[in-house]
């Protein structure tokens, strides 16, 4: 860059060209939430086709969420590598995320612990009554995870002032108060939608967005 | 009536830094270099400037036993680059010739 004195509308052009190439720099590919979206909907829809169609996989679908937080964190730690900016918004995007990964870890535990202690009981009733019983805890599963999976969703939608994930959160949680009335298939199918809505749908935005950018600041650097 | 505007920031490339720096929070010197194109020993010069009106910290440590000189403009910086933008619209507005 030469030394030379500015005139006004330089001025506004390099500011505003110096603006759109740090924009450039840290703008998001929307990688993950794609991932998440496209994980989370084939978890619940090989789910769901499991119990419609009356088969089972050889191993549990849901494993596949575990390679992909793998996967996360792996590029996520090469990302910080190579990142030589750090942003405003790191500073509550990702502890909102990680959180949010510690919740669901969390849950699933708990979850686990539940139906060690529930199944003996149903088992039991079952055998004495001859019949399944009204109460069904897997029915009131997929409510929690819906209820977590829209607020990092909606805190990302909030502060970075994106409307596609806003919305997605907002699915989310209407999809967790109907999830407490439907039986378990219709849960499958309301988590495979809320993901592709809160997720996979605002990450092709990101994806679209990024890409239109990269391409304006090239025809800007011709 | 013009305002005038801060000699610090009326340069090419110590405005380029402060643009990039006012859009993220922290940013390595090998970053400014790399998006103002600037050589750096300039960019070392100029950011020693914005450093010295107190328009930018800068923070130097090592990452894998390389040093890392990082960037971070202050507040003052923020005040002194709003009022560098306010400044330029009063020239650009078509009633402030008259």
Redesign the interface.
């Known amino acids: 860059m030469e030394k030379k004195e500015l005139t006004q509308q330089q001025s506004l052009a390099l500011i505003n060209t110096m603006i759109h190439k740090a924009r450039e720099s840290y703008g998001d590919t929307g990688r993950d939430s794609i991932m998440w979206g496209v994980v989370i909907t084939i978890c619940s829809l090989v789910k769901f086709c499991e119990i419609q169609f009356g088969f089972k996989l050889p191993f549990d679908i849901y494993l596949l969420t575990i390679v992909a937080a793998i996967f996360q964190v792996v590029m996520a730690i090469k990302d910080g590598k190579k990142s030589k900016v750090k942003k405003y918004d790191d500073a509550f995007l990702s502890p909102a995320w990680i959180g949010f990964g510690v919740c669901i870890g969390l849950l699933i535990h708990i979850i686990n612990l539940l139906y060690i202690n529930y199944m003996p009981m149903y088992n039991e009733y079952v055998n004495v009554t001859g019949h399944k019983p009204a109460f069904n805890l897997g029915e009131y599963i997929t409510p929690l995870f819906l209820m977590l999976y829209g607020l990092p969703t909606f805190i990302t939608g909030m502060g970075c002032n994106f409307k596609p994930m806003l919305i997605g959160s907002i699915i989310c949680w209407l999809c967790c108060i109907i999830t407490v009335y439907t039986n378990y298939k219709a849960d499958l199918l309301l988590t495979a939608l809320s993901a592709i809505v809160a997720w996979f749908i605002p990450g092709l935005w990101m994806l679209s967005t990024y890409k239109k950018h990269k391409k304006s600041q090239e025809v800007l650097n011709v | 009536m013009f305002k005038a505007?801060d000699p610090i920031l009326?340069?090419?490339?110590r405005?380029?830094v402060v643009?990039?720096l006012?859009?993220?929070?922290?940013?390595?010197f090998?970053?400014l270099k790399?998006?103002?194109?600037?050589t750096a020993g300039?960019l070392s010069v100029q950011l020693g400037k914005l450093k010295d009106a107190g328009y930018i910290d800068i923070h130097k440590q090592f990452k894998d036993n390389y040093p890392l000189t990082l960037c971070k403009i202050t507040k003052k910086g923020v005040d002194a680059f709003e009022q560098?933008?306010k400044a330029?619209q009063t020239?650009?507005k078509p009633d402030a010739t008259e």
């Open positions: 505007l009326h340069s090419q490339l405005l380029a643009s990039l006012i859009s993220v929070k922290e940013a390595e090998t970053y790399e998006k103002t194109g600037a300039n560098y933008v330029l020239y650009m």
